[in-house]
């Protein structure tokens, strides 16, 4: 049997993932989570082979969790299933050791070979999500500008960020600078909204 962690906030699509991946002759759902900060614990209690992880989930992310998992748990492959189907998440997915990577309009068939393809050794990734990717190119964000670009999401001063961050108040300007300009946008609001909207953050 196939053993699969299955981290999802939304109950209902999670019991009825659990529901469906269960009819599997091959596939067990052993644990089921509906937050990120519980993925890893989980995962190093129930030993699954595949970690079926959501993007968008409460404490830390589907994104970090898949980094938290190879560091972890190295033999438990990472499959992202996503409502939302971002270039950027892709990459970002890919870059924290993702086996795969799937929109949530899929047939459960096709989740379902996905999840033996993982554990074969193979990558998936959404065809057509996949094509957007090379069509987009990389994320031109730095880690240091992404990180103060999510801090000021909320409205927070460049104090307020600078304070968070353990930077100066002029780094911080500088960083946000840079992000403005690297995204084509008037100020760091709108930096924000197209950094999410390409799934750079």
């Not at 019991?15 to 091959?26: N, Q, R, V």
């Not at 459960?108 to 990558?123: F, K």
């Not at 990734?125 to 987009?136: I, S």
């Not at 730095?142 to 002029?170: C, F, K, Y």
Request: include cysteine; aromatic fraction near 2%; glycine fraction near 8%.
């Amino acid at each position: 049997m196939i053993r699969v962690l299955l981290a999802e906030d939304q109950g209902m699509m999670r019991g009825a993932l659990a529901l469906l991946l269960g009819m599997e002759e091959d596939i067990e759902v052993v644990a089921q989570v509906a937050a990120g900060d519980d993925i890893v614990h989980t995962a190093l209690t129930s030993r699954p082979d595949v970690a079926l992880l959501d993007i968008e989930l409460p404490g830390r992310s589907g994104l970090d969790a898949a980094a938290d998992l190879r560091e972890e748990c190295p033999d438990c492959r990472v499959l992202i299933l996503t409502t939302f189907g971002r270039p950027g998440y892709l990459r970002r997915a890919m870059d924290a050791g993702a086996a795969g990577f799937l929109v949530k309009d899929g047939p459960v068939e096709e989740l379902a070979e996905a999840i033996r393809a993982v554990l074969r050794g193979e990558v998936v990734v959404d065809p057509a999500l996949a094509a957007a990717a090379l069509e987009a190119g990389p994320n031109p964000l730095t880690a240091r500008e992404a990180e103060v670009l999510t801090a000021s999401v909320d409205g927070a001063t460049v104090a307020d960020i600078a304070a968070a961050l353990h930077l100066s108040e002029s780094t911080v300007r500088n960083y946000l600078s840079a992000a403005i300009g690297k995204t084509g946008t008037r100020n760091r609001m709108e930096a924000v909204r197209v950094a999410r909207r390409e799934g750079w953050l």
